[in-house]
């Protein structure tokens, strides 16, 4: 039996937490999360001068009884998040079980965390066959969230991340988060969170990466197939061959971070031997987005 996406501790470490928005918006339904503007849910901000034009229904005839002036109560008006998670699905995330695991147990862990705050929530799979999880609002459908994310499946074609995002966007969400390994041309890479990023949304950037992505550990003589595009290339492992890649992997994910720091993206690189409690708990609250 396969274990599960999320034990019980961790979703009890989950209900402590709440992705965080410089650019909240409002929803169509109230949530649980209160704004600096004034409004009317149930949580009392504090008084102010009765003005002509304000609903008489506010005036606290209590405080009238005190002062003989009349006052109104103001209440912080309630907002929702609207957060979407993009899943990665392409055959590159999907070729070492670790990272795919890895990568469904942090989508499913940000779709209940989110859930669990009372934002709307919803999972788009970029790449695969399986239908998106329509926005969802509620506790409620927190074990129906991780079910879906269990089930979804990877990416048969040799279809790119990068070429799929622009039919996935969503333009009014609030928050966006990115679980993909980002193991593309930088050039379309930028191109792509470029567009993810044009509806002003705030934009986290989870790159995944397997260990062996990092430090392969093959030796002689080898033909390597690129998983997506199906470009094959002969290459013989050396100390030397391993040098120059590891060069070139360390300038793409420094490339990469300083295009995001650029256009005020949030980025975390982490990889499968990483703690996914570490990530969660850690690494993203450190970032300020949690």
């Known amino acids: 039996m396969n274990e599960p996406l999320l034990t019980s501790k961790l979703m009890y470490q989950l209900d402590k937490f709440r992705f965080q928005s410089r650019n909240m ?46 006052y109104i109560k103001r209440f912080l008006d309630e907002k929702e998040l609207l957060v979407t998670v993009y899943l990665d699905c392409t055959k590159s995330m999907s070729l070492i079980p670790e990272k795919w695991q890895f990568a469904k147990r942090l989508t499913a862990a940000i779709g209940y965390m989110s859930l669990s705050a009372d934002d709307r929530v919803g999972i788009f799979p970029i790449g695969s066959t399986s239908h998106p ?16 994310v269990d089930n979804i499946s990877s990416s048969e074609s040799e279809s790119t991340f990068s070429d799929s995002v ?31 990023q044009a509806y002003k949304q705030e934009l986290y ?49 420094e490339t990469l971070e300083k295009f ?6 949030g980025f975390l690189s982490c990889q499968t031997k990483d703690s996914l409690e570490d990530v969660l708990f850690n690494r993203m609250p450190s970032k300020g987005w949690v």
């Open 260 to 265: 995001c720091h650029g256009r005020g993206i």
């Open 133 to 148: 999880f329509g926005y969802k609002k509620g506790k409620a459908f927190s074990n129906r969230i991780v079910h879906y």
């Open 25 to 70: 918006k409002r929803g169509h339904h109230k949530g649980g999360r209160r704004s600096t503007k004034q409004g009317t849910s149930l949580e009392f901000s504090d008084y102010r001068i009765y003005q002509p034009g304000d609903d008489l229904r506010q005036i606290d005839w209590n405080v009238f009884a005190r002062t003989n002036k009349h």
């Open 166 to 196: 622009p039919s996935f966007i969503q333009p009014k969400s609030s928050v966006s988060i990115l679980i993909s390994d980002l193991l593309e041309p930088i050039e379309l890479l930028e191109k792509a969170l470029k567009k993810l």
């Open 205 to 253: 950037v989870i790159q995944l990466l397997g260990h062996e992505e990092i430090n392969p550990h093959y030796h002689g003589d080898l033909e390597l197939l690129d998983s997506e595009t199906g470009d094959r290339v002969n290459v013989s492992m050396n100390r030397i061959v391993k040098v120059r890649y590891g060069e070139r992997i360390a300038n793409h994910l």
